[in-house]
């Protein structure tokens, strides 16, 4: 089968934001807009491995205190007690409760990790210019871009459970500074996805071609 | 500069394609890389603009009532979903309140607010008074949108509490989720082809396809 000729080949370029096909023109003016929706064109997101690779690393950091740091605070009449998000998915588990402990665990653990390690797998090819399992690497991607932002759920249920437990004395729960750095990781891991861009991983073999 | 309304380019890979016109249900993807290059669009604009009318009800719905209401030893409380955001606003933890409010009320809002604007202009095939930056809005802000996530949280959050105290769903829950799958349906879908359906009333300098 043979395969579709690319956009550089062609001599055009596609506007991020509404799809439309434009005459490359960028070698002479340096600078265009989209002649229908006004956006800047690029051939590639600007600076795109630098400033994933920037925001992931940054995301890996914030993960060591989101996991170390309390993420919730937790007062049952009078007693009280701090609890980091791997405590909460191992007292579920304890309790019987494994299909949420399951969602949390997916959410808080399997989710960012492979986030950091797809991302950091995708940085590294495409610096050097891979040719190796693009459709795989390409479907990677999709779907780092597809699971990335339920993480995110950790920090709604501390929401919920911190605004709904107000019993004066009898019982108040509290979020605490670790669910500020694990929201932090979610929100800094989607911007690597979001600056990373996928066409990079198909740019190995122009010299080939 | 020259436009080529009959082309379209795979956005994760570059690969150049001549658009078709695909039958109902069909979906194109792209041969290199297998990503999704366009869709038969399953609504027409009116049932666009009717399903969009029922998520601005939903979204004051899901807003204002209770998503959950729980009961310990005669009192009660219950929480609304901006009330949640509140929740996280207080303690050391508070600066993601802001990306929480943006992600599960102010997003989603204005996701329904643009559409409200654009789609009774494109109904009759006309482009409303500021169409692009609108549309480049929604594009934008379409990773960023996470009622679905807002809704596994009310749940979990629910699950997590029903061990010890008395837990009762509030109308807010049900609008929660009314307002996850209509927004999949009317904002997650590809909004470019708006583009499309207006061009033929379109001004300015456009190539003929
Ligand atoms: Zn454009
Ligand atoms: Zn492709």
Partial sequence: MSLPPRARQLGVVGCHACGLVCEDKLDETGHADCPRCGAALHRRRPDSLARAGAFLLAGMIFYIPANMLPVMYTSLLGSGSDNTILRGVVEFWKAGSYGIALVIFTASVAVPCTKFLVLGLLLATCRRRSRWARRERARLYRLVEFVGYWSMLDVLVVAIVAALVKFQALSDIEPRLGILFFGMVVILTMLSALSFDPRLIWDGDDTNR | ?209
């Fill in chain 2, 1 to 209: 500069m020259k436009t080529f309304l009959n082309l379209v380019i795979c956005e994760h890979c570059d690969s150049v394609y001549r658009r078709g016109v695909p039958a109902p249900g069909e979906v194109a993807h792209c041969a290199q890389c297998a990503a999704v290059l366009y869709r038969a669009s399953r609504l027409d604009v009116e049932q666009w603009l009717a399903l969009t009318a029922a998520a601005v009800v939903a979204f004051m719905i899901a807003n204002i009532c209770p998503v959950v209401r729980i009961s310990l030893q005669g009192q009660h409380n219950e929480a609304a979903l901006w009330q949640s955001v509140a929740a996280l606003a207080h303690g050391a933890a508070a600066p993601i309140a802001v990306p929480m409010a943006l992600c599960v009320i102010l997003v989603p809002l204005m996701q329904i607010v643009l559409l409200v604007w654009v789609l009774p202009f494109a109904r009759v095939g006309r482009r409303a008074p500021g169409f692009a930056p609108a549309m480049r809005i929604l594009v934008a802000l379409r990773p960023w949108s996470m009622v679905e996530v807002g809704l596994l949280g009310i749940l979990v959050a629910t699950i997590k509490l029903s061990s010890f105290v008395e837990v009762a769903p509030g109308a807010g829950i049900w609008a929660t989720a009314a307002l996850t799958v209509l927004l999949i349906v009317i904002a997650k879908r590809d909004v470019q082809g708006l583009w499309a359906l207006t061009e033929r009333a379109a001004p300015g300098p456009m190539a003929p396809a």
